[in-house]
């Protein structure tokens, strides 16, 4: 007596993988139109639409700042004011009481500004016709080597230049101006910025820890910390890099006046000045403002002594980015020089001179905030690991 075994359903192999495979994609959640778009450009994809949202809040950002810029502006110029006047208010108040102290130290800062001025606009006006003639005197001689110099330019492509840089050269003051007097179009705007100035200045300096406390106490509880280590840094930079470009666009003056003395350069104090005010915009400013040295060297001392005086650029320049920088500004600003560059072009750009010389320091606050919230900064943690505590006011 035979028994019959059950017969076994054959199966397809190639049906078996397909059917494991549509449970395996349907257990991890991913459908089949997902699994035919490769990782990378979903990733791309995820990061140019954020990116996307980010750049449309910030455009949102800068028109409400567009809008009031003159209130914005008071309060930049009146923060850059706090930093100056802040450690020299500090070291007042160890024996004097705080609104004192605050007076005393102001009074010293706008001191020290009035007699910088003074020094550097008396200097202009008592050499300054003498500057012009030089000036003149050393672009025609420079003027005389294009043409019959190894570049070999005729007259009308040596015009063509100079009408060129000349309209540019208009341009770049029209735009200056229409800046400058855009933003301040009424007496009744400039005394609301300069009211705003005045108090924040105050403020700043009486009361920082009440204004951040309450600033940061209408924040969620769950951004609080990051957003007052965010504050901190920006802060540190913004004031880091306010007090140190003044002592470098010192040393960077007095060295230019101590290499123009020994070269016997005329005019020195002038050219010195210039330097000066030139060192407020960073990397570039020093070396063009030394160029008129140059040029000034050409007319009234011959090509050997403009040469050194381009070479004494260099060695000033270098000795700014190499030692001065890193050593009075240390973290503040940590920027290469290309995005100094960067910085300061935009920022010519959308606001002109203004924006060229607040460029640099709005920069390296970005730079070192970006740093602290894409967890890339040594010195501060990110997410943090203690809750936000406010800072008591000091009496």
Known sequence: MSSTQPSQPSQNPQTSQTSQSQVADSGSGVSADQSEVPGTLRNLAGITWRLLVLVAGLA?????????????FALFFAMLVTAWTQPVMKLIHRVLPKVVSMILALFLIV??????????????????????????????????WLQKGPLQLSDEDLNTYLSEASSYGETAAKGIATNLLGSVDSLGTLVIAGSVFLFGVIFFLLQPEKIWNWFVGWLPKSVEEPVNVSGNIAWGAISGYTRGIVIIAFCDAVLVFIGLTILQVPLAPALSAVVFLGAFIPVIGAPIATFFAAVVALAERGPLIAVLVIVLTVIVGSFDGDVMQPLVMGKAVNLHPLAIIMAIAAGSIALGIVGALIAVPIAGAVYGVAKYLTGRDPDNAYPPTQPFVPVPDTP
Do not use: H, Q
């Not at 949102?60 to 914005?72: Q, R, S, Y």
């Not at 500057?131 to 420079?142: C, P, Q, Y």
């Open 60 to 72: 949102v950002i800068v028109v409400i700042f567009g809008a009031i810029f003159p209130v914005v």
């Open 111 to 144: 001191s020290a500004i009035v007699a910088i001025l003074y020094v550097v606009i008396r200097s202009s006006i008592n050499e300054g016709p003498k500057l012009l003639t030089s000036l003149k005197s050393g672009l025609a001689e420079l003027e005389d």
